[in-house]
């Protein structure tokens, strides 16, 4: 079957810290992957995606590469703001037009 | 581009009360799912249709939860009657159908049944 393990939250980082938040996916096929966010209040906003193995990801300083042998796409950020809190979900889509989420991770950045 | 339009933003109602979420997807997205989103259970898939046909509705909680789509602009879910436990935010996202999709959501519809 298809389905997404990420990380448990909440995550708490001070300013400019690095972040990364793991993902890994079970899936039949080749899936594509994806990173959003949810910003408090708001619905969830694509930030970034990848669709074949290999392929990096890239939004707002966010990266994630997909990594088929370590059926793996972690998101990264070099130096996190205070604006990035917020929660972020890993997700694949795979035939049929289906979407699978993780639970969510919770980010905080503290000045 | 106007994205997936969601309505009510948010309702406040009593325990009983039918509720009535609707829901206009992005133009020339074939497929529209319904998600409801709570603390304790994270981000749950509702019901999904494909050219306005329900495809996949194992994820309705029980039978006073109903969603149709009449037509491809246009789609509702009906809580009736509504509980206290049914008070969650409540997402209508949009996909196109291609090779590789990207799903766009709504702000969603806060719901609180008291």
């Known amino acids: 079957g298809n389905s997404v393990t990420q990380m448990e939250g909440p995550v708490t980082l001070s300013e400019e810290a690095f972040l990364t938040i793991n993902c890994t996916y079970t899936a039949t096929g080749y899936p594509s992957l994806f990173w959003y966010v949810q910003y408090p209040g708001e619905g969830l906003q694509l930030l970034l995606k990848?669709?074949?193995?290999?392929d990096k990801g890239s939004n707002k300083g966010f990266e994630a590469t997909y990594r088929k042998e370590t059926t793996s796409f972690h998101l990264e950020k070099g130096s996190v703001q205070v604006s990035d809190s917020a929660v972020y979900f890993c997700a694949l889509s795979n035939t049929g037009n289906q979407f699978y989420f993780g639970t969510g991770t919770s980010l905080t950045v503290i000045p | 581009d106007a994205g997936v339009i969601q309505s009510p933003r948010h309702e406040v109602t009593e325990m009983g009360q039918e509720v009535t979420l609707r829901c206009k997807p992005i133009s020339g997205h074939n497929s529209l799912f319904w998600y409801r989103q709570t603390m304790m259970r994270g981000l749950e898939l509702l019901i999904y249709?494909?050219?306005?046909?329900?495809?996949?509705d194992s994820g309705m909680p029980e039978d006073r939860f109903s969603a149709k789509m009449p037509n491809a602009s246009f789609s509702t879910l009906k809580i009736q009657p509504s509980e206290p436990r049914d008070s969650a935010v409540y997402f209508c996202a949009s996909s196109p159908d291609r090779v590789v999709n990207t799903i766009y959501f709504g702000e969603g519809s806060w719901l609180t049944v008291v």
């Open positions: 990848a669709t074949k193995a290999d």
């Open positions: 249709f494909n050219n306005n046909v329900p495809i996949d």
